[in-house]
């Protein structure tokens, strides 16, 4: 369907209420789980600060051992002899770039290999530009950590997750999606035909995270396995650092004097893993724990599809992993 066709359709399906219901969700604060995780083993992406570093500590206080996926060797030495330090639970990591092809390979290779079931995966790693970036392999940077890391992982976990019978996938999505108001431009994924936005790339990015999640939640339908997306919350995190100093200093004396503590995000996070509540629950989004309808262009199951195909070419993938 042609994209003025889209426009028409979403345009269409845009309702007040949902707007009014976002509004009202960000105010809430997360529902609470008290329930222990005691052996499980919890995959974080992006673990050496914010929103990662608070779940980290969270999985690890109920005695969740954690893996972490970082950029940073110091950073995650130090988060290890934290954890273990002081809540007595193995806490190990793998360094990786997740805007590399590459690495995102490795990882989804060791993540596969290994012996023990993941009872938790989630996808917080993120980043924030205000220019177009390009990866060493000719990628939009911001398209690659926020949704093609996931897309490559989860599709190459399939197989050992679907065999454990019982799994959560955890994407940390956001309100930003609502960013791109009228859908993905599928004929323009990096960013050549029109003008590079930061708020725009974000949105489109998360948007393709949630559309993924609609396929990968079909493909798990029956395995024990569930995918959800939630919206941390308008939490303080290191996300722009990448971005110049004019950037920074906004963010700092601006931005980040209203947001809150990223532990309302780790507290939703843990519910989201670990509440009976949701257990049987897959292919939603929440604010926090609140379940809430996205915009649109997130439920086009036409587009997810469409979007899969082209995913798996970006990526260099095929289904075999999934079909077969």
């Avoid at 290890?80 to 002081?86: H, Q």
């Avoid at 590399?100 to 490795?106: C, F, G, K, V």
């Avoid at 989860?154 to 997750?161: E, F, G, I, S």
């Avoid at 629950?281 to 604010?287: D, H, Q, R």
């Amino acid at each position: 369907m042609e994209n003025k066709n889209k426009f028409v359709q979403y345009f269409r399906a845009y309702k007040w209420s949902n707007i009014f219901a976002m509004i009202r969700n960000s105010r809430k604060s997360p529902e609470i789980c008290t329930g222990d995780f005691n052996n499980k083993l919890v995959v974080i992406t992006g673990a050496t600060s914010g929103i990662g570093y608070h779940t980290a500590r969270k999985y690890a206080a109920h005695g969740a051992n954690i893996l972490c996926i970082n950029r940073n060797i110091q950073k995650s030495e130090a988060l290890r002899k934290e954890i273990e330090t002081e809540f007595s639970v193995r806490c190990n990591f793998i360094i990786a770039d997740l805007s590399s092809l590459a690495d995102i390979y490795r990882v989804a290779s060791e993540l596969a290999a290994l012996n023990s079931p993941i009872d938790v995966l989630i996808h917080n790693a993120g980043v924030y530009l205000t220019k177009k970036e390009l990866t060493a392999d000719g990628l939009e940077k911001v398209l690659v950590v926020h949704y093609l890391s996931s897309f490559i992982i989860n599709h190459r976990l399939t197989a050992k997750l679907s065999s454990q019978n019982k799994a959560r996938i955890i994407m940390v999505s956001s309100e930003g999606h609502r960013f791109a108001a009228w859908g993905l431009r599928l004929d323009d994924m990096n960013w050549e035909k029109r003008r590079y936005s930061g708020l725009k790339s974000y949105g489109s990015a998360k948007l393709a995270q949630l559309l993924s999640m609609i396929v990968f939640s079909e493909h798990f339908k029956n395995t024990g396995v569930t995918i959800n997306s939630m919206h941390p919350g308008a939490v303080k995190t290191e996300t722009g650092q990448e971005n110049g100093p004019v950037y920074r200093w906004f963010k700092r004396n601006f931005f980040d004097k209203s947001l809150k503590s990223p532990e309302i995000s780790a507290e939703a996070l843990y519910y989201l893993g670990v509440s009976e509540q949701v257990e049987s629950v897959s292919g939603k989004f929440f604010n926090l724990t609140t379940e809430e309808e996205p915009a649109p262009p997130a439920l086009d199951r036409e587009v997810a599809t469409e979007l899969w195909a082209i995913s798996l070419g970006l990526a260099g993938l095929n289904d075999t992993a999934i079909t077969g």
